[in-house]
């Protein structure tokens, strides 16, 4: 079945600064990878997604850029805010039957810094 | 707007004890899952289902069973909780072909 690593585990960046976030999976038959964020207190919420017909997907500050040669896929955060601390997943959807079944990487905590 | 709802927030269990999770949607979703959070571990499917009755493991189903009689309401079954079932648990459902999950706040489960 599907693996996803999700690097790194924590991350501390400057108020105004990028963060990136990378992933990678293992199986060639996945087609559809999604991006949570989990505030604090809360369950994870949908911040952007990409497909495998797709290179690069943007949506104001947040990117997603997706390599299907090499199996990895990034979440590019830039002018970065205090509200962009928290917990972010990336996940894989199941190439097998059936609709929705993720596989999510190990999370990312990040801090921005004033 | 879409919403999970789960029955409780935080729950104190004992060890042996039968739990009962809640989750509730209001969207008529076909499908619905239980994940388990962990630190350093993500999100890890315990179980989902399809359809009303209908029910398949996630990766870590041990331990734990499922009841969906109702399309709206997913359960997750603890049949005898053990101190290492000490987690947060994040119900999520879906409808295809949209492929986004919506997930509810979580029930942080302490087994004592």
Redesign the interface.
């Known amino acids: 079945?599907e693996n996803?690593e999700?690097h790194p585990?924590t991350l501390s960046v400057q108020e105004g600064d990028s963060a990136v976030i990378k992933c990678t999976y293992s199986d060639s038959a996945s087609n559809?990878f999604?991006w949570?964020k989990q505030e604090l207190?809360?369950?994870?919420?949908?911040i952007i997604?990409i497909r495998s017909n797709v290179g690069e997907k943007k949506d104001q500050r947040i990117a997603v850029t997706l390599n299907k040669t090499a199996k990895h896929f990034s979440l590019h955060i830039t002018e970065t805010q205090p509200e962009d601390s928290a917990v972010y997943?990336c996940?894989a959807?199941d190439g097998g039957q059936?609709?929705?079944?993720?596989?999510?990487?190990?999370?990312t905590r990040l801090t921005i810094n004033p | 707007d879409v919403k999970v709802t789960q029955s409780s927030r935080y729950l104190v269990k004992r060890t042996g004890e039968k739990v009962f999770l809640e989750c509730v949607q209001d969207m008529d979703h076909e499908n619905m899952f239980w994940y388990r959070q962990d630190p350093g571990l993500g999100l890890r499917l315990i179980y989902f289902s399809y359809d009303v009755k209908m029910k398949e493991k996630g990766d870590i189903p041990e331990g734990y069973s499922v009841s969906r009689e109702k399309k709206e309401r997913f359960s997750l079954i603890l049949e005898s909780a053990s101190t290492n079932q000490t987690s947060m648990y994040l119900c999520a459902s879906g409808s295809p072909p949209n492929t986004e999950a919506f997930f509810g706040q979580g029930t942080r489960l302490t087994v004592v």
Do not use: E, H
Request: glycine share 22%.
């Open positions: 079945g996803v999700q585990s559809y999604p949570y207190g809360k369950g994870p919420q949908l997604d997943f996940a959807r059936g609709a929705q079944k993720l596989v999510f990487g190990q999370g």
